[in-house]
């Protein structure tokens, strides 16, 4: 799940033309963590994903769309 919602945020930074040095500014965060939070590395806190989907101008729901929990759940 932490890749896909980082891969929502690298598509939807992209589609807007705004830099990861620019989100990373704006969030008052090193642009290794946006790297690391599009890559799926660091888990993003609900907080921090509310300010970056503020920024994004979209919904929260917006990360989540599309994502199915199958893959997830086959252990």
């Known amino acids: 799940m932490d890749a896909y919602i980082g891969a929502r945020i690298r598509g939807r930074r992209l589609m807007l033309k705004l830099s990861a040095d620019a989100l990373a500014s704006r969030l008052f965060l090193p642009v290794a ?5 599009e890559e799926g590395m660091v888990r993003i806190r609900a907080s921090t994903l509310h300010d970056i989907g503020n920024i ?3 919904p929260i729901r917006f990360f989540f769309d ?10």
């Not at 963590?33 to 939070?37: E, G, H, L, P, T």
């Open 33 to 37: 963590v946006i790297y690391a939070f």
């Open 56 to 58: 994004l101008k979209v």
């Open 66 to 75: 599309g994502y199915t929990a199958s893959a997830d759940n086959d252990a």
